[in-house]
């Protein structure tokens, strides 16, 4: 079954915690990419990699890290979390770069990260 | 003016009723147009993309007017499994980013 998949699905942690959220796809897809969503705000992107070895900052890529070394995981480091941190996350994937010649985003099933 | 902006909802509507959605994008440069679904803390999946000729998807139908830089959903004979969030999704710079309005609610009751 053609998936991403994300691990944790939950986690509670305290301040300066280091901690990875794993992210897998399944679909040999070139581009991933990573969001947070809170209420009031929708999606915002964090990080996104354009193919193995490749990766950019979003809109709110402070606080977080990204590597890209397979091209099917794109894990989420959170060196010294904080509180404001607290969010639920989404990882993605698309064939090729996101939303050009309508391609479609495939999001996991998400992560609900609480940081105390 | 923001990115993305839709509808504040919610949108209570009964059975059968035709709801319709608005979405306003501030790019001009803007080539891809979608609309998601998100149910309740659960991930966004797509409902379907926007074509500039308008499309239909059996009880769903999608615009664009690139002019007015605005993208319509009108969903028809509403069923209660329609219940969900409606995100507006237009793609940013250089086709690396897309981004998510921050969603309109929709609640069917029977």
């Known amino acids: 079954e053609a998936q991403v998949t994300q691990n944790p699905r939950y986690l509670i942690t305290v301040t300066g915690k280091k901690l990875t959220v794993t992210c897998s796809q399944n679909?040999?897809?070139?581009?991933m990419s990573w969001y947070r969503q809170d209420p009031g705000l929708g999606l915002r992107q964090i990080y996104y990699?354009?193919?193995?070895?490749?990766?950019d900052k979003g809109d709110v890529p402070e606080g977080y890290k990204v590597s890209r070394k397979e091209k099917r995981n794109f894990p989420l480091i959170l060196e010294s979390p904080s509180p404001n941190q607290t969010s639920l996350y989404f990882c993605a994937s698309s064939l090729n770069m996101a939303g050009v010649g309508g391609d479609t985003q495939y999001f996991g099933p998400g992560t609900r990260l609480t940081v105390l | 003016r923001k990115e993305v902006e839709q509808d504040p909802g919610p949108f209570n509507v009964p059975e059968g009723a035709t709801v319709a959605f608005n979405c306003t994008y501030s790019?001009?440069?803007?080539?891809?147009f979608f609309w998601y679904r998100q149910d309740c803390r659960k991930e966004p999946k797509l409902l379907m993309s926007?074509?500039?000729s308008g499309n239909e998807d059996g009880r769903f139908t999608a615009q664009l007017n690139r002019a007015s830089q605005y993208i319509s959903l009108l969903i028809r004979d509403s069923k209660l499994s329609d219940s969900a969030t409606y995100l507006c999704v237009v793609n940013g710079k250089a086709g690396t980013a897309l981004i998510f309005g921050k969603g309109t609610t929709l609640s069917v009751s029977s």
């Open positions: 926007v074509y500039s």
């Open positions: 790019n001009s440069a803007s080539q891809s």
């Open positions: 990699s354009m193919n193995v070895e490749v990766t």
């Open positions: 679909m040999n897809h070139e581009y």
